[in-house]
């Protein structure tokens, strides 16, 4: 019986310090604002800041693209003739063509500002201006 006494004795301030430990835990936890908006680490912080500058970095980057192929020329086949639109966030970039004939091929290089171009463009490349527009991400 002294036994039985003993154990649940023991049992009983096995308890009491759990729960002592877990209160401590929440009370540590709240000083140092574990769960709150600004509860971040500082590198966390700093990761963020970085992830911006990069993407602020990149909407210069020639990072949206299309290719058109088609064929030029009506007595010609296997779309050897192709237009290749290079454009950053803004639509700024080159829109580059290259026709492809029985003798020669001639390539052009026209100029992109805001998705438009001040040349006359073909309906391939408006064609390619257009696949490359829709490849812009949406912000995040």
């Known amino acids: 019986m002294l036994i039985l006494v003993l154990a649940v004795l023991a049992l009983s301030l096995a308890v009491l310090a759990l729960l002592l430990a877990v209160v401590g835990l929440r009370r540590q936890g709240r000083r140092r604002g574990v ?8 590198d ?11 993407r602020a970095e990149t909407r210069d980057a020639l990072r949206h693209f299309a290719v058109v192929r088609y064929d030029a ?4 086949g296997g779309h050897l003739s192709w237009s290749l639109a290079l454009l950053d966030d803004s639509g700024h970039g ?4 290259s ?3 029985r ?5 052009y290089a026209k100029s992109i500002a805001g998705w438009t171009c001040e040349q006359q463009l073909s309906p391939e490349e408006d064609e390619a201006i257009e696949h490359a ?3 812009v991400p949406t912000a995040r």
């Open 99 to 101: 026709i492809h004939g």
């Open 103 to 107: 003798s020669e091929a001639r390539t």
């Open 44 to 54: 966390v912080h700093g990761l963020r800041q970085e992830v911006a500058a990069l």
């Open 35 to 42: 769960g709150g908006p600004d509860a971040l680490p500082e």
């Open 133 to 135: 527009r829709r490849s």
């Open 73 to 76: 020329f009506g007595d010609m």
């Open 94 to 97: 080159v829109v580059l063509t």
